[in-house]
């Protein structure tokens, strides 16, 4: 313990040992601020507006049906807000939810970096053919997962993209509540 203080004692003399010197400026002109260069591309942890906008323009690229936000905004209020991005497209007649749009879907996430980590747990083939695909991807800190469920005609079914902070989930015990909106 005393140590310690020692320690933080004899910082705090040179911090002001340092202030009061004037690091230099003792001439009185201020020293010029040394520029921060900006973050290399494709490095540092996701911002939850830089995860939006990659799966808003996926989806706008696909035409994919709008959002149904009261679902979405369910899976984004107040606990999981920072952590989560959900989006939830039902097709209809004007905006069709199909395989051909969630495979434009995905194909939009991985032209914007998202890497294919694997079959989420709700993928589904039968016979060679699949039913209902989900695919899970992986980018700098962030899960996303990417799902069609077909309906009962051609060009209804749901779309549905979710991703969330993995330390921001972990770090509030939110994740098997994300996993499992339901229960």
Do not use: I
């Amino acid at each position: 313990m005393q140590g310690k203080r020692r320690a933080v004692s004899a910082a705090l003399a040179v911090m002001v040992a340092l202030g009061l010197a004037g690091c230099g400026a003792g001439d009185g002109a201020e020293a010029a601020p040394t520029p921060v260069p900006p973050r290399p591309a494709g490095t540092g942890p996701l911002t939850e507006d830089v995860v939006r906008a990659d799966v808003e323009g996926a989806l706008k690229a696909a035409a994919a049906p709008p959002d149904a936000r009261e679902f979405s905004e369910s899976m984004e209020k107040d606990e999981l807000r920072g952590c989560a991005v959900y989006y939830k497209g039902f097709g209809d007649q004007e905006y069709p939810a199909d395989l051909a749009r969630y495979e434009a879907v995905t194909k939009g996430l991985r032209e914007r970096a998202w890497r294919f980590a694997r079959k989420g747990n709700g993928h589904e083939e039968q016979g060679g053919e699949v039913l209902r695909p989900q695919e899970v991807f992986k980018q700098r800190g962030w899960t996303l997962s990417a799902e069609f469920q077909p309906g009962a005609d051609e060009g209804v079914g749901t779309l549905t993209v979710a991703a969330y902070d993995d330390v921001c989930m972990e770090r509030t015990g939110l994740m098997d509540k994300f996993r499992n909106p339901g229960a």
